[in-house]
């Protein structure tokens, strides 16, 4: 932290009064009661961090957490999300663990609808702040996956699920935050998602001499810190420039989402 701890406090104070007046102005309230305070930082930085920090003007100082909740998503002062993923796991498993019991008396396009609707509505939320994942954490949401299609056909015992998933043409955890990277990228380049987001991403620059002249891809940027590999204006770039040319340049939203699934499920299970 380049700033010392006043002058922290006195920049998210303003930054909060400002919050309050739109809020005000909207006919809403920030509660402070229920406001939590987390300290990003780089792993390499050793620096103090405070135990407590003031923030509202009239209120009492608030402790620094280690972890926060945010619209249902769980950042941690590292920004690697094993707490969001452990949410994901713990939620999915009670969920399964139910569905078990009935699973006897539904038929099996029943069991796909609960199983997208309770299981990968779980794991698709937030999952483009899952992009730069640890292996570790990206394994065990497959695992709930792979158990959520044991449900659908019934197997207790374990088994290999890539050719079941397959054949329910279920994308691969992997894949799916890959296909939500690329969507947001899509929306962001064609007006349809906050400016915000467009301004993270910049195309890459077209000289005569440069033999690769598309004009759809996008600038990429090298980092050596693991956790800001899961940046959008890092990991959106490095799943956009892997797709074709052709894809990139789909006219609409529909057709690209059809045909960015069809690409990652060819690529995924390796068929053609």
């Known amino acids: 932290m380049n700033d010392s701890l006043p002058d922290l406090e006195e920049k998210l104070q303003k930054c909060l009064h400002h919050i309050q007046v739109w809020m005000s102005s909207n006919f809403l309230r920030l509660n402070p009661s229920k406001t939590e305070v987390i300290i990003l930082k780089n792993k ?13 003007q009239h209120e009492k100082p608030l402790e620094v957490a280690t972890l926060v909740r945010n619209l249902g998503a769980y950042p941690d002062a590292e920004l690697v999300f094993s707490s969001q993923v452990s949410h994901v796991v713990r939620s999915c498993n009670l969920a399964l663990l139910n569905l078990w019991k009935i699973g006897s008396k539904l038929p099996r396009n029943l069991k796909i609808k609960l199983v997208n609707s309770l299981i990968h509505s779980r794991i698709d939320y937030c999952s483009g702040l899952l992009a730069g994942l ?28 890539t050719e079941l998933r397959k054949t329910l043409h279920f994308l691969p955890v992997r894949s799916r935050i890959i296909f939500k990277l690329c969507l947001l990228t899509y929306k962001a380049l064609n007006g349809l998602a906050p400016k915000y987001l467009f301004n993270l991403l910049h195309r890459r620059p077209q000289t005569s001499n440069r033999l690769d002249k598309d004009p759809t891809q996008l600038v990429k940027s090298v980092v050596k810190y693991v956790p800001s590999k899961g940046a959008f204006s890092v990991a959106a770039p490095a799943a956009w420039d892997q797709l074709p040319q052709s894809l990139r340049e789909c006219p609409t939203l529909e057709m690209f989402k059809s045909y960015l699934k069809t690409f990652l499920f060819k690529k995924a299970y390796d068929c053609i």
């Open 44 to 56: 390499r930085d050793y620096s103090p961090s405070p135990d407590v920090v003031k923030i509202f």
């Open 134 to 161: 640890l292996s570790k954490d990206l394994d065990r949401l497959q695992k709930v996956q792979n158990a959520a299609v044991r449900f659908i056909f019934g197997r207790r015992e374990y088994r290999g699920t």
